[in-house]
């Protein structure tokens, strides 16, 4: 994942649950991806009231500036 952006720019992802739905599941993982340095130190994020904490985001064997730095 890369473009002409600035450095820590951008989140890998967030918890979009369509029209507030508390009962769907969001998830991603990124995987054996190469990252460059536009992905933030804390690349999940939280969103409408939802915290990513409480569904499922990953990243797993991934490359680059932007690689590992969330718990896999």
């Known amino acids: 994942m890369t473009g002409d952006v600035s450095p820590v720019s951008f989140n890998l992802g967030r918890p979009w649950h369509a029209g507030g739905d508390a009962t769907l599941d969001p998830q991603t993982t990124a ?20 915290s990513w904490k409480n569904d499922r985001f990953a990243e797993y064997k991934n490359t680059g500036a932007g690689a590992g730095t969330a718990p896999n």
């Open 31 to 50: 995987r054996n991806t190469s990252l460059s340095a536009a992905i933030k130190s804390t690349p999940w994020t939280d969103m409408s009231g939802f």
